[in-house]
């Protein structure tokens, strides 16, 4: 059932336009996605949902978009350049190479031998050249996480804003792994965006704050709708931690595959900040000291594909059976949709499309007027839109819809007025 729910969220996610392989028409590059129409939408909320708990809803907390491509001192002080690495391992047999760790009973999964040549420690960074020649000085790296940004603006963000410890810098960016296997859909990929959160607090406080953001964290998810059970804790093992981190849990989801790491969250010690040099004066009592580093970090689009998972359902039975995806309405890529109920009444187009215009400024509407309206309910429950808007022929009498509720199929009228309050209020 689990691998189920897999292979339909994939093809859906494919079908209807929230995810492509990237430049498919050349036969794909693995580990690399587009986004579609609604893919877009999706992340995009994701991400803004983020930002408004993370960043908008705090005083404490500022944001930041770095450059993706650093001076190349910045990884070697961070440790990347010597510790972002896994183990290489290649099967003596079809020669493919593997992640050594993700190896299950040390059994080649393409050839099934069992022979591999010793681990070599492979670093993920990307490297490219910046300026026209290519040799050692211009060797440059793709940033394999965005939180190395936000610790090198640290003196000047605190230079240039009135923040007291503890406070947080909040960045969404690009990040990219050159990972050795990738797979699971969207789960491991090459190019992915991360929603970060550096909190710098006074060393004393940091045991304090990595619980407060533990739960800070969980309740995010539960807020946009995941279901409480499909998420847990998980401490990591001291072999298990990056080279930086001297505490770190995962929060996982039930993936179909099993529990898997949706987001880290890492005491950073005063590592960071120690090896850039950084350090931080409190006005008030004159100490000055280096903070520690409490780092909620989470990856958009394996989080996009867990809320695809986690609100994927298939309710009823034979030409009543319907797929529906029970989206919080903030996440969802379109809020509603509207339909005339018959497409060939120029009159109930006319106030359809009214609607449709007035809704659109507001929020991503839907219009649909093809087929008959049982096919379009089914259409926009596939991509999770919560609620449908049909003008039939009482709407030219009394000025009422229906409103159709995606998740209880409820149908209630509405008067064409009330309609922009009573969708606000629910997204
Ligand atoms: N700054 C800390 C950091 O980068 P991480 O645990 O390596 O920590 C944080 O990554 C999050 O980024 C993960 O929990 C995951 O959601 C996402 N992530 C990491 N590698 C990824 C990959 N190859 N593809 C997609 N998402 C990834």
Redesign the pocket.
């Given at each position: 059932m689990a691998s189920d729910r897999f292979e339909k969220v994939v093809s859906l996610a494919k079908r209807r336009g929230f995810v492509y392989p990237s430049s498919e028409i050349y036969g794909g590059l693995s580990?690399f996605w587009d986004f579609g129409p609604l893919g877009t939408e999706l992340k995009n909320n994701i991400k803004s949902a983020w930002w408004e708990t993370v960043v908008w809803s705090r005083e404490d907390v500022v944001g930041l978009d770095s450059a993706i491509i650093y001076n190349p001192k910045v990884w070697e002080a961070s440790g990347h350049t010597e510790n972002f690495a896994d183990p290489l391992v290649e099967c003596k047999g079809c020669h493919q190479r593997f992640r050594e760790d993700t190896l299950e009973k040390k059994q080649c999964p393409n050839c099934g031998g069992k022979e591999f040549t010793k681990p070599k420690m492979f670093n993920l960074m990307f490297k490219t050249y910046v300026g026209p020649v290519e040799d050692e000085e211009g060797l440059a790296y793709l940033r394999?996480?965005?939180?190395q940004g936000i610790f090198i603006n640290f003196q000047n963000i605190v230079n240039t804003n009135r923040l007291k410890m503890p406070f947080g810098i909040a960045q969404i960016g690009k990040?990219f792994?050159n990972?050795i296997t990738?797979g699971n859909f969207?789960?491991?990929?090459?190019e992915?965006e991360?929603a970060?959160l550096e909190w710098f607090c006074h060393p004393k406080e940091a045991d304090k704050w990595f619980k407060f953001w533990q739960k800070e964290r969980i309740s995010w998810y539960e807020a946009l709708g995941m279901k409480r059970k499909s998420l847990r804790f998980r401490e990591h093992e001291v072999t298990e931690r990056?080279h930086y981190a001297v505490t770190a849990f995962?929060i996982e989801y039930n993936f179909p595959w099993g529990w898997g790491?949706?987001?880290?969250i890492?005491n950073r010690s005063d590592f960071d900040l120690k090896v850039h040099n950084l350090s931080y004066k409190d006005e008030e009592t004159g100490e000055e000291f280096v903070p520690y580093v409490v780092?909620p970090?989470?990856?958009i689009?394996?989080?996009a594909f867990a809320f695809l998972l986690d609100s994927y359902d298939e309710e009823g039975e034979g030409s009543k059976k319907r797929v529906v995806l029970k989206l919080h309405p903030r996440l969802a890529p379109y809020k509603v949709a509207v339909f005339p109920l018959v497409a060939n009444k120029p009159n109930l187009v006319k106030k359809a499309r009214g609607i449709y215009d007035s809704l659109k400024g507001e929020f991503p509407v839907a219009w649909d007027d093809r087929g008959n309206i049982g096919k379009r309910y089914f259409a926009q429950d596939e991509i999770g839109t919560p609620w449908c808007v049909t003008v039939d022929y009482d709407t030219l009498e009394d000025g009422t819809v229906t409103v159709r509720d995606r998740d209880t199929t409820k149908q209630d009228r509405i008067v064409i007025d009330d309609l922009l309050p009573y969708f606000s209020s629910k997204i």
């Open positions: 580990g394999p996480e965005t939180a990040a792994r990972e990738t969207i789960f491991r990929s090459r992915f991360q970060e990056a995962d790491e949706l987001e880290g890492a780092e970090s989470v990856g689009e394996r989080s």
